[in-house]
């Protein structure tokens, strides 16, 4: 596995639309291990495919309960209920601010074995899930967040 570089805030792949995975090949599976390795060393709780330069809908992401893998993830139902939390993200390191989300989300994937798989994730997980899935469209938490603030670290 490798570590691959998290691509930061003013570059174009981030703005951009991520295209879906054809094909889940070796190279996916390879994506999805080195992802993983770049999201847990970065101490991050989620990664998109853009913020590795990678303009594919590929998301690895983990709440604290383990690793979730999403390819071709989609949004199925929102939950009427929203919830503020706090966010961050590895491509703009150091700032936080408070988001609205939806509380509960349904969503459809491939995993990598190419089985489609469905999360209804609650809360804080629901809330990473609708973060990386964001990143797919070219969306930032920033343009969505109040009380932005950098956080010396
Ligand atoms: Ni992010």
Do not use: F, G, K, T
């Given at each position: 596995m490798a570590l691959l570089k998290i691509i930061k805030a003013g570059a174009p792949v981030l703005k951009g639309t991520a295209q879906p995975v054809d094909h889940i090949t070796k190279h996916t599976k390879r994506i999805l291990d080195d992802m993983a390795e770049t999201m847990y060393n970065a101490e991050g709780v989620g990664l998109a495919g853009p913020q590795v330069?990678?303009?594919?809908?590929i998301i690895v992401l983990d709440d604290g309960n383990g690793l979730i893998e999403l390819i071709?993830?989609?949004?199925?139902e929102e939950s009427p209920e929203l919830e503020k939390g706090v966010e961050g993200c590895l491509s703009i390191p150091g700032y936080y601010g408070t988001v609205i989300r939806h509380k509960k989300v349904k969503v459809k994937a491939l995993d990598r074995h190419g089985k489609t798989v469905i999360y209804e994730p609650e809360g804080f997980l629901a809330r990473i899930f609708q973060h990386e899935i964001d990143h797919l469209y070219g969306h930032l938490f920033i343009e969505k967040a109040d009380n932005l603030r950098k956080v010396e670290e």
């Open positions: 330069d990678l303009p594919e809908q071709n993830p989609i949004i199925l």
